[in-house]
T-cell receptor, first 112, second 116 residues
Framework: GENVEQHPSTLSVQEGDSAVIKCTYS??????FPWYKQELGKRPQLIID?????GEKKDQRIAVTLNKTAKHFSLHITETQPEDSAVYFC???????????FGAGTTVTVRA | GAGVSQSPRYKVAKRGQDVALRCDPI?????LFWYQQALGQGPEFLTY????????KSGLPSDRFFAERPEGSVSTLKIQRTQQEDSAVYLC??????????????FGEGSRLTVL
């Protein structure tokens, strides 16, 4: 099955700086890569996703890049704000599959 | 309700007790998933339903775990003879479409199980 590795496990940034989280996946057939944000004690929520037919996607301060050859994808958060503090999970799913395989998560702390 | 609802939010069980965790998915969602989330880890897949059919139960850790979705809406995850290693947050998620159509998973807030 799909195996997703995520790093770093923790990330502390100064407010206003950028944060980057990287993930690698094992199944070259995977074609769907979402990112979920989980605030303390809350449910995971989708913040952005990308499919394998594009290399980059942006939504305001967040962007995701995908390198299919290297089998890795990254989340970029610019101009970080305190409300960006949370645990972020990457995930991957092969085509015609139904289940997501998640990374172990990155705890992001934005220092004021 | 507008979102996925899970109950109970917190459950403390003595080792050996049986527990039942309930999930109310978003109305009309075809797919329903159960995930297990250990402390400091990402969600791990347990089982998948498409409507009332359980298409995949490969992630269930042992035969003490059982899940059902008899009418294609509400689902129950049952754990028999609980062990300490079962302590985790159990997340339910639903998705509008079935297999072959990846898309957003809508998660519930989870049921935190502590086995003493």
């Amino acid at each position: 099955g799909e195996n997703v590795e995520q790093h770093p496990s923790t990330l502390s940034v100064q407010e206003g700086d950028s944060a980057v989280i990287k993930c690698t996946y094992s199944d070259s057939a995977s074609n769907y890569f979402p990112w979920y944000k989980q605030e303390l004690g809350k449910r995971p929520q989708l913040i952005i996703d990308i499919r394998s037919n594009v290399g980059e996607k942006k939504d305001q301060r967040i962007a995701v890049t995908l390198n299919k050859t290297a089998k890795h994808f990254s989340l970029h958060i610019t101009e970080t704000q305190p409300e960006d503090s949370a645990v972020y999970f990457c995930a991957a799913s092969p085509p015609n599959d139904y289940k997501l395989s998640f990374g172990a998560g990155t705890t992001v702390t934005v220092r004021a | 309700g507008a979102g996925v609802s899970q109950s109970p939010r917190y459950k403390v069980a003595k080792r050996g007790q049986d527990v039942a965790l309930r999930c109310d998915p978003i109305s009309g969602h075809v797919s329903l998933f159960w995930y297990q989330q250990a402390l400091g880890q990402g969600p791990e897949f347990l089982t998948y339903f498409q409507n009332e059919a359980q298409l995949d139960k490969s992630g269930l850790p042992s035969d003490r775990f059982f899940a059902e979705r008899p009418e294609g809406s509400v689902s129950t995850l049952k754990i028999q003879r609980t062990q300490q290693e079962d302590s985790a947050v159990y997340l339910c998620a639903s998705r509008l479409y079935g297999t072959g159509f990846p898309g957003e998973l809508f998660f519930g807030e989870g049921s935190r199980l502590t086995v003493l």
